[in-house]
């Protein structure tokens, strides 16, 4: 198998930013080589370029799903930015008493730690009030992931011991050093396939919105497209919030800062 070359990677690039509107530094090479090394093997594929090929055949659907799940997943861990659950805290604990579902959405949760770091924070201060979280990635690889519910124990660092007891069952056998989450929680959890750079499927209106550490692999006139998409599904005077690393400044003018990196959208 021939090593990559510049060129090839230049055209991954551009396959993956036409995909998902995800920008590959230049340092990524390394990376990108290093995951769909294993595709190349598979189909027996000489070079690069015969892969890049294939996947812009249009006759391999699942094949392009595969890279696409391959270059764009990261590996995240449950309540990472631990203040954000701390704001959603004082939120949920604000909508106790409303008829109303309040929901949340986790717009890039990978391999769900977010969607279920935010609904263990909903069951402690709803309960059994009408709430609900959705969970959406490009991936369709981490999504089931995420729907088995099932995690390295590790993942688990940050996450508050009483939720551990209460939420978490510890694996046991083959599973040892393992987490999978409780039925009850994962049944208040929906996972979907969204693709933030496309137009968005009929969602319905979310209260608080999880974009959070994927910003910083879009340019700036894609992240002003996904933001505007995403706006559009946050109630007026619902909450936006993003990595500590991202800012909305210079991205949209609908939404003002409460604090770093949570924003509030003006009515």
């Not at 701390?86 to 106790?96: H, I, K, T, V, Y």
């Not at 002003?224 to 946050?234: K, T």
Request: charged fraction near 20%; hydrophobic fraction near 40%; include cysteine.
């Amino acid at each position: 198998m021939h090593p990559i070359t510049d060129k090839e990677f230049a055209q991954f690039q551009q396959f993956i930013f036409e995909a998902a509107g995800i920008t590959l530094s230049g340092a990524k090479q390394a990376l990108v080589s290093g995951r769909l090394t294993k595709r190349l093997e598979a189909h027996h594929l000489e070079s690069f370029s015969d892969y890049l090929r294939m996947l812009h055949s249009g006759q391999h659907a699942d094949e392009v799903q595969k890279a696409v799940d391959l270059l764009t997943t990261n590996e995240t861990y449950f309540f990472r930015e631990t203040k954000h659950f701390d704001f959603l805290r004082e939120q949920a604990l604000a909508a106790r008493g409303r008829t109303q579902t309040y929901r949340v959405w986790s717009a890039a949760s990978s391999s769900g730690e977010e969607a279920y770091s935010i609904a263990m924070v909903l069951a402690d201060c709803l309960g059994d009030a009408p709430w609900e979280v959705m969970g959406s990635d490009i991936s369709t690889r981490v999504l089931q992931g995420a729907t088995r519910a099932l995690y390295p124990m590790e993942r688990a660092r940050h996450m508050p011991a009483p939720y551990l007891r209460r939420f978490c069952l510890k694996g046991q056998g083959e599973h040892e050093g393992s987490l999978l989450i409780d039925r009850g929680l994962r049944s208040r959890v929906r996972f979907r396939q969204v693709n933030l750079n496309t137009t968005l499927p009929d969602l319905g209106q979310f209260d608080i919105i999880f974009l959070r550490n994927v910003m910083i692999y879009f340019n700036d006139a894609t992240k002003r497209q996904v933001v505007a998409r995403l706006l559009s599904a946050l109630k007026p005077q619902g909450h936006f919030l993003v990595g500590h690393s991202e800012s909305l400044n210079d991205i949209n003018s609908t939404v003002r800062p409460l604090a770093p990196s949570i924003y509030c959208k003006t009515p």
